[in-house]
């Protein structure tokens, strides 16, 4: 069974993230935790028609500029390899408080290198980099709350 301090902790975790519900069983025991969801309803006011052919003009000359961005974006990334977080915790970049950080920006990695620690219900889990590399750039704080999923570290693969 699971203690109120854990208990506490996984309210906390799924209060701070976008999952809306949770079920966890152990043992015989069953713990459901469920979000509140509030409706909140805009009513939004017409607006007065502005000058047709201004604002016509004005979308698409701004379209080609906007769908090269995303696909110089898409480009760039696919030579990058993410390293995302397994779990819902906390992300911590060093194994202590005192200690420097596993990596940085620039730092050389391989496969089993341990790159940062997420913690989830008191437990501490390494996070491996999966690839050899050089982390291009760290995404989440120390002491960030991540989610499953998230990307962690940018890592351009040799």
């Known amino acids: 069974m699971l203690k109120i301090e854990e208990i506490h902790e996984l309210i906390k975790l799924i209060d701070d993230s976008t999952i809306d519900e949770f079920t966890y069983e152990n043992e015989g025991a069953k713990i459901k935790l469920k979000k509140n969801k509030e409706v909140v309803q805009q009513v939004a006011a017409p607006v007065a028609p502005v000058q047709a052919a201004p604002a016509q003009q004005a979308p ?69 980099a999966e690839v050899k590399g050089e982390i291009v750039e760290v995404l989440a704080e120390n002491g960030q709350l991540v989610e499953f999923g998230q990307p962690l570290f940018l890592v351009k693969a040799e």
């Open 60 to 128: 698409t000359a701004q379209a080609p500029a906007q769908t090269e961005a995303p696909a110089q974006e898409a480009a760039a990334s696919e030579n990058l390899h993410k390293i995302t977080s397994p779990m819902v915790g906390t992300f911590y970049a060093s194994s202590s408080p005192e200690a420097g950080p596993y990596v940085t920006t620039g730092s050389k990695v391989k496969e089993n290198s341990v790159v940062c620690i997420v913690e989830a219900m008191k437990l501490f889990n390494e996070i491996e």
